[in-house]
């Protein structure tokens, strides 16, 4: 959305109103939409520097970066929180007098869809104290029609590691929870004259219809250099506890298109926690699954471009990607051969036929904020040779995978 502000005859400049980006699936940092292909989260110094030198062999495996914004934090008469980032050519005293009414708050939207008593749906949410939080928020059952327009149709169910299942809300829970986090930390000091720095990164998923996505976070050890003992404690735990230490790999959110009840399926990090190696293993098969049949015909793909990418991991010397996740998505809505007027045949599977091109699916890493290399300016400790933590998850990744496709 664009707030904008008249403030002379003749003089017209806009702010961008941020809001949360309802495919998060995993992660503690808010991410926000800035426009359809373009996403933006709060700018850690360390990850910034991992994109500005990022290996070429590398960026076909994550989001282009696009350099930098800043942001306003701006509260309205009502006490409602928004952020307004603004564009480097415009000036930020230009945002101080913006219309209260173009500027209306993600919160505000989820309310008054709320009260117009929408029927439609988008997720399903199982984690109470998550749910207490968000709906204390946004009052729980409304539709965010901005982005939600073409999801109309389409509504989502959020599952426990027990298999159970929560009321239906019409939001994505998770994004909206790390959003509601980070405006309170920002209101617990806020500062409508100080600007916040962003990263603008591609928005990986733009060009699926109903993007269905895999965050795992790889590797045997999570906590970065820079770690406090608590922290590095409490991090070594968590991998000892799920399958980090077992397979170098745990999940850490998921959503899953169901074609059969026109929903999506998610779980969350908690979820991913509790798995033991069987479970990881079913819960592959699960986002493998659209609630009709297991979309075996994704799995070479993935696991070629899994391949693709463990190479380049084990070029990259000194390389620690600490923390760092790794995303997989597809698009639920399989490709299909229409039928023609001239009586040509359609192919009533959904599936495009074998020799085709592969369905298209996407293999990314993100999230490099305790990433360290020789050169980086943030570099505590020296590594040699490639992150072995990684590339073990990797490996045991592709043989799951591999084992999928093939029914085992």
Same mark, same amino acid.
């Given at each position: 959305m664009v707030v904008q502000s008249n403030?002379?005859?003749?003089?017209?400049?806009?702010?961008?109103?941020?809001?949360?980006?309802?495919?998060?699936?995993?992660?503690?940092?808010?991410?926000?939409?800035?426009?359809?292909?373009?996403?933006?989260?709060?700018?850690?110094?360390?990850?910034?520097?991992?994109?500005?030198?990022?290996?070429?062999?590398?960026?076909?495996?994550?989001?282009?970066?696009k350099g930098i914004i800043s942001v306003n934090l701006k509260k309205d008469s009502m006490g409602n929180l928004s952020l307004v980032a603004i564009p480097q050519t415009d000036n930020r005293s230009s945002l101080d007098k913006a219309s209260k009414e173009s500027s209306m708050t993600i919160w505000q939207k989820l309310n008054q869809a709320n009260s117009r008593g929408s029927g439609h749906t988008f997720v399903k949410w199982n984690h109470s104290p998550l749910t207490n939080t968000i709906k204390d928020s946004c009052q729980g059952k409304s539709l965010l029609q901005t982005d939600l327009q073409y999801h109309r149709d389409v509504s989502s169910l959020m599952e426990d590691a027990s298999g159970n299942q929560a009321e239906k809300n019409s939001y994505n829970p998770w994004g909206l929870h790390c959003h509601q986090q980070h405006l309170n930390r920002l209101s617990s000091k806020c500062n409508e004259n100080k600007l916040h720095q962003f990263l603008l990164l591609e928005n990986v998923v733009s060009k699926y219809k109903y993007p269905c996505i895999l965050d795992l976070k790889m590797g045997t050890r999570q906590h970065g250099d820079d770690a406090s003992e608590e922290k590095k404690a409490r991090q070594i735990k968590k991998c000892e506890q799920s399958t980090s230490a077992s397979l170098g790999v745990r999940i850490c959110g998921m959503q899953v298109y169901q074609a059969d009840t026109v929903q999506y399926l998610c779980n969350d990090k908690y979820y991913g926690r509790k798995l033991s190696p069987d479970g990881? @293993? *079913?819960?592959?098969?699960? !986002?493998?699954?659209?609630?009709?049949?297991?979309?075996?015909?994704?799995?070479?793909?993935?696991?070629?471009?899994?391949?693709?990418?463990?190479?380049?991991?084990? @070029? *990259?010397?000194?390389?620690? !990607?600490y923390s760092s996740s790794l995303l997989i998505i597809y698009d639920g809505l399989e490709k299909t051969i229409d039928s023609h007027p001239q009586g040509h045949s359609q192919n009533t599977s959904g599936t495009v036929p074998h020799g085709n091109s592969h369905p298209?699916?996407?293999?990314?890493?993100?999230?490099?904020?305790?990433?360290?290399?020789k050169g980086s300016r943030y570099n505590q400790t020296a590594y040699d040779g490639p992150d072995h933590g990684y590339i073990f998850g990797l490996e045991n990744l592709i043989k799951i995978i591999q084992n999928i496709s093939v029914g085992e």
């Open positions: 403030l002379d005859i003749g003089e017209s400049r806009k702010g961008v109103l941020l809001e949360p980006f309802i495919h998060q699936v995993g992660g503690h940092m808010s991410m926000m939409k800035y426009d359809e292909h373009t996403v933006c989260k709060p700018l850690v110094s360390q990850e910034q520097w991992f994109y500005e030198t990022l290996p070429t062999t590398m960026k076909q495996f994550t989001p282009q970066y990881f @293993k *079913q819960a592959l098969c699960q !986002f493998l699954h659209n609630g009709i049949h297991l979309r075996t015909d994704l799995a070479e793909a993935i696991v070629c471009q899994l391949k693709t990418l463990l190479s380049i991991i084990k @070029k *990259q010397s000194s390389y620690r !990607f298209k699916v996407d293999v990314r890493m993100i999230d490099f904020a305790h990433t360290t290399y």
